[in-house]
């Protein structure tokens, strides 16, 4: 483990024991998206993060579209396909714009990738 890996553990463990507002909430997964360690999120912190996120959002809200597709990316990369494909088709089946066009062509975009790993 690197000493940045520790050190985003901890402040990640931090975060999750905080009672946060949505609007600070949406602020930390905005950066927590940008500087998530890859490859794979082989220690479970970012599957725990998004999870959080998924748990205190209103389901169909900006970030907990965001946390789903994040959590169906982490399920991928960490070989669990099925599971991403699960959590992309009842995302896509409740809300299928994804909140978005950006968002919407990334969730695609990861639908692709796990049909031609099939």
Known sequence: MTG???LR???TGRLLALKLS???LQCIAAAFG????KPA???GTGHRFWQHVLNASEQGSDIWLEAS????LLEFENGNAAEATRR???VDLLHPDWGGK???QRAEELARRLAADQ
Not at 34 to 37: G, M, N, Q
Request: cysteine-free; overall charge negative.
């Open 102 to 104: 950006e968002r919407q």
């Open 69 to 72: 597709l994040q959590s169906a």
């Open 34 to 37: 940008r500087t998530s360690a």
């Open 9 to 11: 553990d901890d402040l």
């Open 41 to 43: 999120d082989s220690d």
């Open 4 to 6: 940045n890996t520790k």
């Open 22 to 24: 949505p609007q600070q």
């Open 88 to 90: 992309l088709a009842v």
